[in-house]
């Protein structure tokens, strides 16, 4: 009860009236006499009564006091949440803080208001009855009296008033004659005044007139006002050479709110949280998986119970601390240790935006490490593509991979002919297929193939079976069960002689039917689900496919769909239809699998999809399906349209709208959560291939890595570390790197064209917005007045405000300073300096005179664009996020309820063997 009364409380603060309305009909309150349509009446009578009580004495301690239903005092603190039945010496009670008592007073009173109103309204009309009849026969009396009185007194009435009006007339026009002839240029301003007054008249008629019709003059003007911006908009968004005035209406679009800033600390903060939960997740099922080998083994003598309990041990304490390691930033370390990390993070950005050295690395390992290294190394390095940037890079080392692959650049390609990619199992592929059906695409591929998946689960008369022999088994142990007698036919039999026997062949036929049945319910919805493919792996096909054509020019485009094909369906797809529960596809429990028949069906139905999706037919000892063979042909030909569709998507730099700007002009620098292990270790792998992969001496990678030096010891980047502290735990343990280019543009160094573009850009943005003009070439030639130099001032003093919130302790956001410095100028000093650098960029080729600079204004129209289109696909990416660490959470759960499950065993394990040891005492 005080829990709903200290709720009630804070809804009476916060103006919740719908909130209130709830709590005070909560039943654990128990108020009397609660009447919905009083809400709002509850509302401000408690919040006058919380007022008038707030005066009387202390308030803030947030103890309040309530009764129960038996008479005892109950005290509860609304923000310690502690409670006491008697009133401990150190409660001071809370006057802003009504009780139940008070808040039932108020109600009461409230509702008793509202009756009485309710009885007036209902009586309204038998009261105005009355009324009218009482103030109706005193009007008439009165009229009645007055009547009289003057039909007695007419005649002389109507005498005194002829001679009374005549003698005031006659009087009124002497003295009218002479004013007038006294007067008369008085007369003429009164005459004047006149006019005037029916000139003003007619003006507040009018005024009257548009106040009277002003929803309609508002909308008029409204719909005005929306067709000129959506014009202002439509030439911004599609015209070849927006106009400038055009383009200053919007550029206050570039600027970073405080709600852009929140975002991207809010963003971060869920890409830091999935990327532990996933790190996390796959460790904790590599130890199940391990768990369910040692029992294995335990149960064949090959290990001993200690083992298990050992390793069980560990399960523990991953469920008691549900995170492995702790993320910590390099302010947490030594100063040596950040010195050198700093120095990590230079070398980090170089191989995320540089795919050619991890796509050589991938090669130069042996393909046993090869999957070890991309989880450790590669997905860690690209934050398991949480963001955009990220997956875009990512896209652009799987590519320059696979095509090294493919097309036998390297030396150590596999790809000699179009079958090794379905027969070889290349590296690359197998990572592309990993990754977007481990990671990114598990979701979709979920979506995909859950509701078939279920309905085929769920089917309890689904029953597939093809194969002849247990067909066969199947009959004669039915025929046998029942009757109770021997059948006389042989157990063992060839499909030869089971197909013999009509009850067989009949049963299959059955099994066919349903298994057409349920595949073309599989293939249709696939065929029309194109677009859950997600758009990493349709891109890669298109690679692939390109790739290929290059390779093998000469091949027909069937067979390269083919292998595009078993990209997509077999190597994606078809191991989630058969093993749904071991890739998320359903929610399985950790003591309830799939039986073998409901195995049986998915199998059954993923053989004649990956049948029809290489164009394989049924023969030989399947020949009593080639029943199948038509409808194979016929899946096929619409899987070659659906595989050649796949490939039909953009480059990612179109959809991601990423170009070689993007990381100079992003709001916050890119960062990543890596373990020191895998810092060491990639230091390590680096330093081993650095030859191979870049032979050339003075390449970047080789600078990066002589200021690093020798890989260091753990140690080393831990800084003083407690000696009893675990060290091999503590070099699990995350650490944030804020990765940044160490070969980017000084600040001021004019030299390069690139930077001086989005130099340009960004003070002609400050420019337009302060100073109007027709052109940009007017704008710079006509002189700042002093009023445009303290609006740009006051917008630069805005620009410092936003940024000192979002780059805070709290915030921890790295902002990109380097392109804001020359905004901070004075605005007739920075179109000097915009007039020089267009200037520059004129004999460079990038800008024209002849045109007043329309290409850096069209650059800027593009900026505005893109920004636009950040902003909401960060929304989506939060909430795309949000929903991976819903995922990973009930996978999480899943995996400690497997733990659970593992300990019950242990425990029965150890039960069981206590149990043995008594009794073999007990006999000796």
Not at 424 to 433: C, L
Not at 436 to 448: F, I, K, P, V, W
Not at 486 to 513: C, F, K, M, W
Not at 617 to 644: P, T
Request: net charge positive.
């Amino acid at each position: 009860m005080s829990v709903v009364v200290a709720a009630v409380n804070i809804a009476v603060d916060d103006a919740d009236t719908q909130n209130l309305l709830n709590l005070l009909t909560n039943p654990d309150v128990a108020l009397c006499s609660v009447t919905p349509e009083c809400g709002s009446i509850y509302l401000v009578q408690l919040q006058e009564a919380k007022n008038d009580k707030t005066g009387a004495g202390d308030t803030g301690s947030g103890w309040m006091m309530n009764k129960a239903k038996e008479g005892h005092k109950f005290y509860f603190n609304i923000n310690t949440m502690e409670y006491a039945w008697e009133r401990p010496e150190t409660v001071v009670k809370d006057h802003s803080l009504l009780t139940r008592e008070e808040i039932q007073k108020v109600v009461t009173a409230v509702t008793a208001e509202h009756d009485r109103e309710l009885l007036f309204k209902s009586n309204e009309p038998i009261i105005v009855k009355l009324q009218a009849r009482i103030r109706g026969y005193q009007a008439r009396e009165a009229f009645n009296n007055r009547m009289n009185f003057m039909k007695t007194q007419l005649p002389a009435i109507v005498q005194i008033q002829a001679w009374y009006r005549g003698q005031r007339q006659h009087k009124k026009y002497r003295q009218r004659l002479g004013e007038l002839k006294e007067n008369e240029d008085s007369a003429i301003k009164i005459q004047a005044q006149v006019r005037m007054y029916l000139a003003r008249q007619k003006y507040k008629e009018r005024q009257k007139y548009y106040k009277a019709n002003e929803p309609q003059i508002v909308k008029i003007q409204a719909a005005w006002r929306s067709n000129m911006a959506r014009h202002d908009y439509m030439q911004l968004m599609h015209a070849e050479n927006p106009p400038i005035s055009v383009v200053r209406k919007f550029v206050h679009l570039l600027d970073q709110s405080d709600i852009d800033y929140t975002e991207e600390i809010d963003l971060q903060k869920l890409r830091q949280q999935v990327v532990t939960e996933i790190r996390s997740n796959q460790q904790l099922e590599l130890d199940l998986d391990q768990m369910d080998i040692k029992i294995g083994l335990l149960v064949k003598n090959r290990i001993t119970l200690q083992d298990v309990i050992t390793h069980d041990r560990k399960l523990k304490n991953y469920k008691e601390n549900t995170r492995g390691s702790v993320n910590k930033g390099l302010k947490a370390l030594s100063k040596e240790s950040r010195e050198r990390l700093e120095a990590y993070q230079h070398l980090f950005y170089l191989l995320q935006t540089n795919p050619r050295y991890l796509a050589k690395l991938i090669f130069e390992m042996p393909q046993s490490r090869t999957t070890k290294f991309m989880e450790s190394v590669i997905l860690t390095l690209y934050n398991y593509a949480s963001n955009q940037r990220e997956e875009y890079l990512l896209l652009k080392l799987f590519k320059t991979a696979l095509e090294e692959e493919i097309s036998h650049v390297l030396k150590h390609s596999k790809v000699d002919k179009m079958s090794d990619i379905v027969t070889g199992n290349p590296m690359v592929v197998k990572m592309i297929v990993g990754f977007n059906r481990n990671a990114r695409g598990q979701g979709s591929l979920r979506e995909l193939l859950n509701p078939l998946v279920k309905a085929v689960l769920e089917d309890k008369n689904l029953a597939i079976n093809t194969n002849p022999i247990e067909v066969y088994k199947a009959w004669v142990n039915q025929m046998e069960t029942q009757s109770g007698k021997a059948s006389g036919l042989p157990y063992d039999a060839t499909n030869e002689q089971a197909l013999e026997h009509e009850e067989v062949r009949q049963r299959i036929d059955q099994s066919v039917q349903a298994l057409r049945k349920a595949t073309d319910l599989f293939l249709k919805h696939i065929l029309g689900a194109l677009d859950k493919i997600p758009y990493g792996m349709r891109y890669m096909a298109k690679v692939m496919r390109d790739a290929l054509k290059k390779k093998f020019p000469d091949a027909p485009e069937k067979d390269v769909l083919k292998i595009v094909g078993n990209l997509i369906y077999y190597r994606y797809i078809n191991s989630a239809i058969v093993a749904p529960d071991a890739f998320d596809i359903i929610d399985v429990t950790a003591n309830k699998g799939l039986t073998t028949d409901q195995r049986r069906n998915l199998g059954s139905v993923a053989k004649i999809l990956q049948f029809a999706a290489s164009n394989k037919g049924f023969g030989g000892d399947s020949a009593h399906l080639a029943s199948m063979n038509s409808y194979i042909r016929e899946a096929h030909e619409k899987f070659k349209k659906y595989f050649k569709e796949a490939c039909d998507v953009e480059e990612p730099d179109v959809v991601f709208n990423i170009d070689q700007y993007t990381d100079v002009t992003m709001v916050t620098k890119p960062v990543i959560f890596i373990s020191i292990r895998e810092i060491v270790d990639t230091h390590q792998l680096l330093l081993d291939h650095q030859d191979a992969l870049a032979p050339d001496h003075s390449d970047l990678l080789h600078e990066l890595l002589e200021d690093l030096g020798d890989t260091p010891d753990s140690d080393i980047l831990l800084g003083d570390v407690d000696e009893t502290s675990n060290k091999t735990q503590l070099e699990k343990s995350e650490i944030t790197l804020t990765l940044s280019n160490k070969y980017e543009v000084p600040e001021g160094d004019q030299t390069d064209i690139n930077n001086m573009v989005i130099r340009t850009k960004r003070m002609v943005v400050d420019v337009i917005r302060c100073q109007p003009g027709e052109n940009l070439t007017q704008i710079l030639n006509t002189p700042a007045t002093d009023e445009q130099e303290e609006e740009h001032a006051a917008l630069v003093k805005k620009r410092d405000k936003v940024d000192k919130r979002a780059t805070d302790k709290e915030a921890n956001l790295v902002r990109q300073q380097s392109v804001m410095s020359e905004t901070r100028l004075a605005l007739s000093t920075m179109k000097t300096k915009v007039k020089k650098n267009l200037h520059a960029l004129v004999l460079a080729g990038v800008v024209s005179h002849k045109d007043h600079y329309q290409a850096i204004v069209n650059m800027i129209v593009q900026d505005i664009r893109n920004q636009r289109r950040y902003r909401q696909r960060r929304k989506q990416e939060m909430i795309r996020i949000r929903d991976t660490f819903q995922s990973l959470s009930t996978k999480r759960a899943f995996f400690e309820e497997q733990i659970d499950y593992y300990n019950r065993y242990v425990k029965t394990c150890l039960d069981n063997l206590r149990t043995k040891g008594k009794k073999n005492s007990q006999a000796f």
